[in-house]
């Protein structure tokens, strides 16, 4: 079975400082990772995910993620945001050659002050 | 673009009554999904169909079953609402195979009273 271990529960940073979300895994498998973000009253939504390859990733709006096999992690980051980004960040996992589903972290809040 | 609805933004209901909430998704989706949301808790998987009149439970399927008769509907079906099922629920979808993203719904925040 996997697991995801989102570190922070609530980031507060402010407008065009960088941000970094941390998210690690656990798995005994090889996994595909992702990052959703569910902004107020909305659903969520992919910003990136890793399947295989460079373990860089890059998503929309500016924000990429880098993938590290030895540290299981898989931390989001951001080199400047906005009051836009204010958000909730998720962080996801599925095994390769298993279910469809996805397991989730428990979300990070991230809120960007002026 | 894949559209995901939702029946209810807002519901409210009593202890006791069965309720319906419907997802519906507009891009021949054959795999579909029904979390619930939590604060602290992140999402949970309620129940997960792969086609029509397929489901598999999830991580907490007690007091809730689901519907597929159509490939684009897939409903929750709360038997006997309690105070404790209170709580956002979000529909997804997504094409069958890994690596490809669940398309979200706005989501159904349910009150139970």
């Known amino acids: 079975a996997q697991s995801v271990t989102q570190l922070d529960s609530q980031v507060p940073v402010f407008e065009e400082a960088p941000v970094e979300l941390r998210c690690n895994y656990s798995?005994?498998?090889?996994?595909?990772l992702f990052w959703y973000v569910q902004y107020p009253n909305q659903g969520l939504q992919l910003l990136l995910k890793?399947?295989?390859?460079?373990?860089l990733v890059k998503g929309i709006n500016g924000f990429e993620a880098e993938f590290n096999k030895s540290q299981t992690s898989f931390h989001l980051r951001k080199p400047s945001v906005h009051i836009s980004d204010t958000a909730e960040y998720f962080c996801?996992?599925?095994?390769?050659?298993?279910?469809?589903?996805?397991?989730f972290g428990k979300g990070t809040k991230l809120t960007v002050n002026p | 673009d894949v559209k995901v609805t939702q029946s209810s933004r807002y519901l409210v209901k009593r202890t006791g009554e069965k309720v319906f909430l419907e997802c519906v998704q507009d891009?021949?989706?054959?795999?579909m999904f029904w979390y619930r949301q939590d604060p602290g808790l992140g999402l949970r998987l309620i129940y997960f169909?792969?086609?029509?009149?397929?489901?598999e439970k999830g991580d907490i399927p007690e007091g809730y079953s689901v519907s597929r008769e159509k490939k684009e509907r897939f409903s929750l079906i709360l038997e006997s609402a309690s105070t404790n099922q209170t709580s956002m629920y979000l529909c997804?979808?997504?094409?069958?195979?890994?690596?490809?993203?669940?398309?979200f719904g706005p989501g159904t925040r349910l009150t139970v009273t």
């Open positions: 890793y399947l295989s390859g460079s373990t």
């Open positions: 996801a996992v599925s095994a390769q050659g298993g279910s469809e589903k996805l397991v």
């Open positions: 997804a979808s997504k094409i069958p195979g890994q690596g490809y993203e669940q398309y």
């Open positions: 891009m021949d989706h054959e795999n």
């Open positions: 169909s792969y086609d029509v009149k397929m489901k």
């Open positions: 798995s005994s498998v090889s996994v595909y």
